[in-house]
T-cell receptor, first 116, second 112 residues
Framework: DTAVSQTPKYLVTQMGNDKSIKCEQN?????MYWYKQDSKKFLKIMFS???????INETVPNRFSPKSPDKAHLNLHINSLELGDSAVYFC??????FGRGTETQYFGPGTRLLVL | GENVEQHPSTLSVQEGDSAVIKCTYS??????FPWYKQELGKRPQLIID?????GEKKDQRIAVTLNKTAKHFSLHITETQPEDSAVYFC???????????FGKGTLLTVNP
């Protein structure tokens, strides 16, 4: 059984287009994350939702908008795509223990976005 | 916010040798320190983690040590094998901060 899944796996699109990436976890976790991994392999947190509430919102252009319809799903919508958005986007999930911070984060397989 | 520094950025060893990767963190409130392994084209996967109430943890050929006073932690891989070749990331998190801050990664190459 896939614990954290993402669709699509690959996304090739033109500059200026709008696209969405979907993420689902079946681990029963209450917190989900979006990370961006650039060509230098640096993993940078973008957003996090805890029980459908936004708890982390890093300095990300407002062209990126996360949406969490329920605690098992976290989607990422990107408007007006730019060349610099090309990267691998990873979804992750964990269980948060208040006062202890995050437990182990489990990553999805990644979505490879290429903007032409 | 938290800042995690990781060294070296690349590490090449002969099969059977040991490999050590070191990280430092800035936020003294951090209390959870995982290590992830990422093979080429794959997702990061947890290989070992340590919490601040423990100084060392071992799992077969992998060990992690933590020095809270100096704010640094290290990953030790003994008897390295070619399949250990990957990018390794350290990270830190803690308290009411649900965020994992990652180091920039170490590309480990194990030569047969």
């Amino acid at each position: 059984d896939t614990a954290v899944s993402q669709t699509p796996k690959y996304l090739v699109t033109q500059m200026g287009n709008d696209k969405s990436i979907k993420c689902e976890q079946n681990l029963g976790h209450d917190t989900m994350y979006w990370y961006k991994q650039d060509s230098k392999k640096f993993l940078k947190i973008m957003f996090s939702y805890n029980n459908k509430e936004l708890i982390i919102n890093e300095t990300v252009p407002n062209r990126f908008s996360p949406k969490s319809p329920d605690k098992a799903h976290l989607n990422l919508h990107i408007n007006s795509l730019e060349l610099g958005d090309s990267a691998v986007y990873f979804c992750a999930s964990s269980q948060v223990r208040f006062g202890r911070g995050t437990e182990t984060q489990y990553f999805g397989p990644g979505t490879r976005l290429l903007v032409l | 916010g938290e800042n995690v520094e990781q060294h070296p950025s690349t590490l090449s060893v002969q099969e059977g040798d040991s490999a050590v990767i070191k990280c430092t963190y800035s936020d003294s409130a951090s209390n959870y320190f995982p290590w992830y392994k990422q093979e080429l084209g794959k997702r990061p996967q947890l290989i070992i983690d340590i919490r601040s109430n423990v100084g060392e943890k071992k799992d077969q050929r992998i060990a992690v040590t933590l020095n809270k006073t100096a704010k640094h932690f290290s990953l030790h891989i003994t008897e390295t094998q070619p399949e250990d070749s990957a990018v390794y990331f350290c990270a830190a998190s803690g308290g009411s901060n649900y965020k994992l801050t990652f180091g920039k990664g170490t590309l480990l190459t194990v030569n047969p």
